[in-house]
């Protein structure tokens, strides 16, 4: 069975600490893995996308590392803000097929 | 980058209406879109995968009489949820490829939060 998994499921940190967020997924011929942003009822806001052939991509305050081998990724935040306090998702397509399987999620709280 | 919108972001509506949503390629003709939704506390699944003028073909326990897709374009596939019930209030996302090549980038859409009451 594929499949994405993120832990923790939720996270609490005080400002300005930085944090991992970890991804694990079931195939490791992945091609790409996305990492997303959600904002409470709101929509979903693209943040990293990296291709099989990299191994991190960075944008502003937010790496993500993608190591194939072990199925894993991590997305670091550094120097956490309370705007970031939000759910962060990773999707990936598994089985070789171009449906994208997403992780429930990473609920972030950045505690002012 | 390529970008992918959905209309409209929001929608409520009473319970047996139907709801259309729109999935769009805004720099891209996409040969390939794919539907998928979100319900509370649980990951976002694909409903169905729609192709340029032809049908869709949808995940299992997923009815197609009730969730129509028409992609009669290549910028642009429609969700239409028929006779809408409230446990069809979900979150509704699409993404995009080209299709044109072998493991492309997949282009995800902001969303569509439906409410049926």
């Known amino acids: 069975k594929q499949e994405v998994t993120q832990i923790p499921a939720a996270l609490s940190v005080p400002e300005g600490e930085n944090l991992v967020l970890n991804c694990s997924f079931t195939?490791?011929?992945?091609?790409?893995l996305q990492w997303f942003r959600q904002d409470p009822g709101k929509g979903l806001t693209s943040l990293l996308l990296?291709?099989?052939?990299?191994r991190e991509q960075t944008s502003g305050r937010l790496n993500a590392s993608l190591d194939k081998s072990s199925g894993r990724s991590t997305l670091y935040i550094a120097a956490s803000q309370p705007g970031d306090s939000a759910t962060y998702l990773c999707?990936?397509?598994?089985?070789?097929?171009?449906?994208?399987?997403f992780g429930t999620g990473t609920s972030l709280t950045v505690i002012p | 980058g390529a970008v992918v919108s959905q209309h409209p972001s929001w929608v409520i509506c009473k319970s047996g209406t139907s709801v259309k949503i729109e999935c769009r390629s805004l720099?891209?003709?996409?040969?390939?879109m794919f539907w998928y939704r979100q319900f509370p506390k649980q990951s976002l699944m694909l409903m169905a995968t729609?192709?340029?003028?032809?049908?869709?073909?949808?995940e299992q326990g997923v009815e197609k009489d009730k969730f129509l897709i028409n992609h009669a374009s290549l910028t642009l596939s429609t969700l239409t949820v028929t006779s809408a019930h409230p446990e069809d209030s979900s979150f509704y996302i699409c993404?995009?490829?080209?299709?044109?090549?072998?493991?492309?980038?997949?282009?995800f859409g902001p969303g569509t939060r439906l409410l049926v009451l």
């Open positions: 195939d490791s011929a992945i091609y790409n």
């Open positions: 990296i291709q099989s052939s990299q």
């Open positions: 729609s192709n340029e003028g032809s049908k869709a073909t949808y």
């Open positions: 720099d891209f003709q996409a040969t390939t």
């Open positions: 993404s995009a490829i080209t299709g044109l090549g072998f493991k492309e980038t997949q282009y």
């Open positions: 999707a990936a397509p598994l089985g070789g097929g171009n449906q994208f399987y």
